[in-house]
């Protein structure tokens, strides 16, 4: 693992993305939005890898589609090496995505079943021709299932032959073919077996090493993210509420809905497991429609005061906890932020 150092070759500032809320069959009326990601700001170092985390809708592969300009924001700014690339489309949007590329969660849906592995991995040549001559299209695809662990005579199989995890090889090795400097992996392992998982993230990380590569990894599973990532965000209804580095996050977390959701992650050690304070949240998950006021967290956080819904907590180092210093000083969108979670017993 690498630690950040000059300048983020991704930084997001402030990014939103609002999906409008129709009534009416003929004559539509807005009658709302979806606040899917309300806010975000991130940044990607060269050679990182950073985590995003949180429950399942709180705007994670929301966040994944727009740096992939898949989805249009409906504000705020995507800089790639300086250069805002929220709004490319034609040449300008193809020449970045060269640099920016996704790998997918689902295995089985992400690989058209018509087509052979070697016509999968091959495509971004059709797209890129000048990345792969067309004489060599075919001995660049062998390597490319060589470099993920899969046999090269593999190449005129079709994906319904290959095990989740083999999928998920070949969906990776589609997107390192045009040499990217970035990938946004989008759950790249929920799907799978746990054994095969660690195979898939073993693999992740040597591709890294060897070819430089920097990973937006998004999942919702701790552990995994835990292993993987240098810096982590935890998101909560499309909002990062605490980020750090990996020890900040699992050793000193500040906010209480990270510490809500580590007091969650399973203990292999039964004795650990049995000292270990549980923190069970209050009520469901608000709606993105109709998110509470101020902080979003503060209807199922038993720290909750008036001034949590009269004013929005930014995501800064909480000033009560600078004196800490790191790893405790981190940014936390909580104006209570404390390293113990002194849950109240009402």
Known sequence: MSEPHGEPILEVTDLVKHFPLTQGILFKRNIGAVKAVDGV????????TLGIVGESGCGKSTVAKLLMNLESPTSGTIRYKGEDISRLSGRALKAVRRNIQMVFQDPYTSLNPRMTVGDIIGEPFEIHPDVAPKGSRRARVRELLDVVGLN?????????????GQRQRIGIARGLALNPEI?????PVSALDVSVQAQVINL??????????SYMFIAHDLSIVRHI?????????????????????????????TQALLSAVPVPDPVA??????????????????PPSGCHFRTRCWKAQQKCADVDPPL?????????GPPVAHPSACHFA???PEVRAD
Do not use: C, W
Not at 183 to 187: M, R
Not at 231 to 257: C, K
Not at 316 to 324: I, K, N, S
């Open 41 to 48: 700001s991130l940044s990607l170092y060269p050679g990182e």
């Open 152 to 164: 090269p005579e593999y190449i005129n199989r079709y994906p319904h032959q290959f095990s989740g």
């Open 183 to 187: 990938i946004v992996a989008d759950e």
């Open 204 to 213: 992740m990380e040597r591709l890294q090493n060897e070819f430089g590569l």
């Open 229 to 257: 990532s240098d810096r982590v965000g935890v998101m909560y209804l499309g909002r990062v509420v605490e980020i750090g580095s990996d020890e900040e996050i699992y050793r000193f977390p500040t906010h209480p809905y």
């Open 273 to 290: 497991s049995s000292r270990r304070e549980r923190i069970i949240l209050a009520g469901d998950v608000p709606s993105p429609a109709n």
């Open 316 to 324: 800064v180092v909480p000033g009560h906890l600078l004196a800490e």
């Open 338 to 340: 404390a390293t113990k």
